[in-house]
């Protein structure tokens, strides 16, 4: 198994199936497990790697929000704030706060 996410998720799977959204008076992030764990099994990365780090998951999150709107995928409110606010470039999401449903 590779343990760096460098293909982008099949095109079966959106963005939009994570139900990514952020608790601006928290600073939280959720999104679906399972919709992640499948980008992750289809794109051969191995799952307790990616879940070592939680900068991984933030790091693969971003760059599939990234590629979903550079092909003409929909805005999500939720990613635009997390980059909007540097927390994307560099040291991602604070993911001691993160919540994973």
């Known amino acids: 198994m590779k ?3 460098s293909r982008a998720p ?3 799977v959106s963005f939009e199936d994570l139900d990514f959204s952020l608790d601006t008076r928290t600073g939280q992030i959720s999104f679906d497990d399972d919709v992640l764990r499948l980008v992750a099994y289809m ?3 191995d799952w307790a790697w990616l879940t070592q780090d939680q900068s991984r998951i933030a790091a693969l999150l971003m760059s599939w929000y990234e590629r979903h709107r ?3 995928g929909s ?3 939720a990613a635009e704030q997390v ?3 540097g927390i994307a470039a560099g040291q991602y999401v604070p993911f ?3 919540t994973v449903q």
């Open 10 to 12: 099949l095109p079966d």
């Open 70 to 72: 550079r092909y003409g």
């Open 43 to 45: 794109n051969d990365i």
């Open 96 to 98: 001691g706060s993160a």
């Open 3 to 5: 343990t760096e996410p």
């Open 83 to 85: 980059e909007a606010s």
């Open 75 to 77: 805005i999500n409110l």
